[in-house]
């Protein structure tokens, strides 16, 4: 079978040698949406995409999910879910105006751990890994709710999000499903670009 006209055996580790390149040149704290005038569905769906402390977070959260699962099966959706539905709470929270401390930081952290965790392929219980990473996704929804916060368009920014943010964890799924008997350090070396990237953003906010 081919993939984007490639053999798949070759095609999945080149487009995540690709992803895991480009990481570091994006080595630069959480900029934000444009504007609430340009807010909607697509610039809520493209901003995960295109922020990619984001987009490295939520991937890594699917890798993680399919290298530490013992079998296919609902193992392999707590930690996505988890994530998921504690970046619309934090979201909730920042459209609200809640304000936590060190929200810049603990994305930064975010990357650090999952980048981790791919490296290690930590097992843990489902409900563990949904908090450990939820916990961590309350931040990323903050960062998102303080930037939509007094805009109308806010619900269907959010939904755009979630939507990308979904996308991105069943590619990280796919990804390490495909990766996890045929390779050991292409996502080891994911995972390692991915926690560099979140140590150089925490050395940055030092």
Do not use: C, K
């Not at 490639?6 to 080595?27: E, G, K």
């Not at 879910?81 to 979201?91: R, S, T």
């Not at 939820?134 to 805009?151: K, N, T």
Request: hydrophobic residues 60%.
């Amino acid at each position: 079978m081919r993939f984007f006209g490639l053999p798949r055996t070759t095609a999945l580790p080149r487009l995540l040698l690709a992803f895991v390149s480009a990481l570091p040149l994006a080595a630069a704290a959480h900029t934000g949406v444009d504007g609430h005038s340009h807010l909607s569905f697509m610039a809520g769906f493209l901003h995960p995409l295109t922020g990619l402390d984001h987009l490295a977070a939520m991937v890594s959260v699917g890798l993680w999910s399919a290298l530490a699962a013992r079998r296919a099966g609902p193992e392999l959706l707590w930690g996505p879910l988890g994530f998921a539905g504690m970046l619309l709470a934090g979201a909730l929270l920042g459209l609200q105006g809640v304000e936590i401390p060190a929200v810049e930081p603990m994305i930064a952290a975010s990357l650090l751990v999952t980048g981790l965790l791919v490296i290690t392929r930590w097992r843990v219980p489902g409900l563990a890994a949904a908090l450990l990473v939820g916990a961590f996704a309350l931040f990323h929804g903050l960062a998102h709710g303080y930037e939509l916060a007094g805009s109308a368009n806010a619900w269907s920014t959010l939904v755009g999000m979630l939507t990308a943010t979904v996308l991105l964890h069943a590619t990280g799924l796919g990804l390490g499903w495909a990766l996890r008997r045929t390779s050991t350090w292409i996502p080891r070396l994911a995972g390692a670009v991915v926690a560099l990237f979140g140590a150089t953003l925490l050395a940055q906010l030092a």
